[in-house]
């Protein structure tokens, strides 16, 4: 079984900045990526950034150079840094994780409000 824990989400000011974490446990292979995907009320998941093992990253254009995504391997745990929140950054932000086996995991989301 694996479980996927959030953290982190909250209510915040347009402008104002939040810290996600989201750590792994459970049985698995070793992990190939970590990332974040979100969705907000009445739209379809989205993916918003992800991390290899090795560190390589990638963002949705409407977050790039808002947010930062890192991990820490020994943990198992990645977090994402958000900064000059958005209102249309409000949506339920879910953790992901792929193995080494293909296999993805999902967390059960932490709500993210962004207040105008």
């Known amino acids: 079984q694996v479980q996927l824990v959030e953290s982190g989400g909250g209510l915040a000011q347009a402008g104002g900045s939040l810290r996600l974490s989201c750590a792994a446990s459970?049985?698995?292979?070793?992990?190939?990526?970590m990332g974040w995907y979100r969705q907000a009320q009445g739209k379809q998941r989205e993916s918003v950034a992800g991390?290899?093992?090795?560190?390589?990253?990638n963002y949705a254009d409407p977050v790039k150079g808002r947010f930062t995504i890192s991990r820490d391997n020994a943990k198992n745990t990645v977090y994402l840094q958000m900064n000059s929140l958005k209102p249309e950054d409000t949506a339920v932000y879910y953790c992901?994780?792929?193995?080494?086996?293909?296999?993805?995991?999902w967390g059960k989301g932490t709500l993210v409000t962004v207040s105008s």
């Open positions: 991390i290899s093992s090795g560190g390589i990253t």
């Open positions: 992901w994780l792929q193995d080494a086996g293909l296999a993805n995991y």
């Open positions: 459970g049985s698995f292979f070793s992990v190939r990526y």
